[in-house]
């Protein structure tokens, strides 16, 4: 069964980099461009992980991932941050809330993708024990 990934994220180019490269290695790319429709999206969707960038328009990153983590549907998906910001207290405020991985862009891609399944493949095992 393929795995769905939600693409939290402003930048159009980014976007379109790494939504190819997931699709490349088999996952099913779905975006939403604003912390707006970055939850209704979330519920919607219920993908199997959110890449979630921090600093977007009507909203930021910590802001989703506490509306995300406060609603039944999707308080258990797991969310790597992708983001520019590396100041520890944002890390942190992203740790507490349950983030799976935390990478400042420019991520190596290599290494994102290996988080990625990673996450995926611990999410399953969990689900099946």
């Not at 994220?9 to 939504?19: A, E, F, H, K, T």
């Not at 604003?34 to 977007?56: E, F, G, R, T």
């Not at 995300?68 to 992708?82: D, K, Q, S, Y």
């Not at 991985?101 to 988080?115: C, M, N, Q, T």
Request: proline share 4%.
């Amino acid at each position: 069964m393929t795995k769905t990934i939600l693409i939290i994220d402003d930048n159009p180019d980014w976007v379109q980099m790494i939504s190819m490269r997931l699709q490349r290695e088999g996952y099913q790319v779905e975006v939403a461009f604003d912390a707006v429709n970055a939850v209704s999206q979330a519920i919607k969707l219920k993908p199997d992980l959110i890449l979630l960038d921090i600093m977007m328009p009507a909203g930021d990153g910590i802001g989703v991932l506490a509306k995300l983590r406060g609603n039944v549907n999707t308080f258990n998906i797991p969310v790597i941050a992708l983001t520019v910001l590396s100041d520890e207290q944002t890390v942190e405020a992203m740790v507490e809330l349950g983030v799976s991985g935390y990478f400042v862009k420019p991520a190596d891609r290599s290494k994102l993708i290996e988080k990625i399944e990673e996450v995926l493949t611990e999410k399953s095992i969990r689900l099946t024990i």
